[in-house]
């Protein structure tokens, strides 16, 4: 029986490397291509940076990992053009819908509401014990 260990994830590169297209296509019931890259944006006033934004894509999804505004700046619409501007980069990479998580009936779940998200599920006290609204964008 092999030993079980904690791994470093340099240690991990080369494994992942040459059998994960398998294991993806095995789990999906067929064969796949796996893309995953990350896109950063950012508002700019003058020199300045007021906001940014993240979404990570990965096999047609694109999940936005962040977006943050400077307190002096929010409530005029930097927010919602961030998401928008992810949005954009979700099409072009054909994704079929933009994803975010918020705890449900937060001041974040209305803002991906008002940006066009709708929830689509909720995982019951998921993240620090609370309720977390999986939401959705349908793009395609």
């Known amino acids: 029986m092999p030993e079980l260990r904690r791994a470093r994830a340099e240690e991990l590169v080369e494994f992942v490397r040459v059998h ?17 890259e990350s896109y950063d944006v950012a508002a700019f006033e003058g020199d300045i940076i007021v906001g ?20 002096d700046h929010r ?45 689509e599920a909720v995982l019951l006290q998921h993240t620090f014990k609370l309720d977390i609204a999986l939401l959705r964008r349908y793009l395609l």
């Not at 096999?59 to 307190?71: D, G, K, N, T």
Request: charged share 20%; aromatic share 10%.
């Open 20 to 36: 994960e297209r398998a294991a993806r296509s095995s789990f999906f019931g067929f064969p796949t291509i796996w893309h995953e």
């Open 52 to 71: 940014v934004a993240r979404v990570g894509v990965a096999a047609s999804l694109a999940q936005i990992e962040r977006v943050i505004v400077s307190p």
């Open 75 to 119: 409530r005029r619409g930097v927010g919602r053009d961030l998401v928008e501007m992810l949005a954009d980069i979700a099409n072009y990479y054909n994704c079929h819908k933009l994803c975010a998580q918020a705890v449900v009936d937060s001041a974040a779940e209305r803002f991906y509401a008002a940006c066009g998200l709708g929830r």
